[in-house]
């Protein structure tokens, strides 16, 4: 089956710096995808990795490990407002986007 | 204002009644979605259409419908409204269904409906 696991839940204080990690175990890969939600929100995109390696925008970063089956997005000088859901989705074999079930970041002042 | 939107925004439903989910872009993408968002679980696929006049079944299909008359629009339909069917509804488009920067998903704001 496939399947994409990321924490439920993490907490981190403003300012600071938080790394979200992503596991997955698709049929095929053709990139990965983090998108972020507000509550009561949608989705808004946030970035892509295809290739192995770092992707740099701004105060957030994005890393894949193809061969790992592993990315992580690392968000820097954490601000009250990046409090949101962190979903981690995957483009598998037949272009189907498999999504996790998401990460709840809580910011603490 | 380019982008997606969805109506109604909230619907409570009585079981059994059937329900058509609106959804409308203006940025020409010939790839639409439609997804189910439910607590604790990540979003999943009902139905999709690669471009107009096309549909395909995604991950949940069973009790709903679509239609892509037109490159704009893409309704939701459901039959028969279940309980089940409770959850936050999101419409969304890429310019193609395929991998690649320029392919990712924008999201409408979502249809809260209820099924009682």
């Known amino acids: 089956g496939q399947n994409i696991d990321q924490p439920t839940e993490m907490t981190a204080t403003e300012g600071a710096i938080v790394q979200i990690n992503c596991t997955y175990q698709?049929?095929?890969?053709?990139?990965l995808f983090w998108y972020q939600q507000h509550a009561g929100e949608a989705p808004t995109f946030l970035s892509y990795n295809v290739l192995d390696g770092l992707e740099e925008k701004g105060r957030f970063s994005s890393f894949l490990s193809r061969s790992k089956g592993y990315s992580y997005l690392l968000l820097k000088e954490l601000q009250m407002k990046d409090s949101a859901s962190y979903l981690c989705?995957?483009?598998?074999?037949?272009?189907?986007?498999?999504w996790g079930a998401g990460t709840k970041l809580i910011i603490k002042p | 204002i380019a982008g997606i939107t969805q109506a109604p925004t909230s619907q409570i439903l009585a079981a059994g009644r059937r329900m058509t989910l609106r959804c409308t872009q203006d940025?020409?993408?010939?790839?639409m979605y439609w997804y189910r968002q439910d607590l604790g679980l990540g979003l999943r696929l009902i139905h999709y259409s690669n471009t107009a006049g096309t549909t395909g079944k995604g991950e949940v299909p069973d009790g709903y419908s679509v239609s892509r008359a037109n490159t704009d629009d893409f309704p939701l339909t459901l039959a028969s409204a279940v309980p089940s069917q409770t959850s936050v509804y999101f419409c969304?488009?890429?310019?193609?269904?395929?991998?690649?920067?320029?392919?990712?998903?924008?999201f409408g704001p979502g249809t809260r409906l209820t099924v009682l």
């Open positions: 698709t049929s095929g890969f053709n990139g």
């Open positions: 989705a995957v483009t598998d074999s037949n272009y189907q986007l498999i």
């Open positions: 940025m020409r993408h010939n790839a």
């Open positions: 969304a488009s890429s310019e193609d269904r395929g991998a690649g920067g320029g392919n990712e998903q924008f």
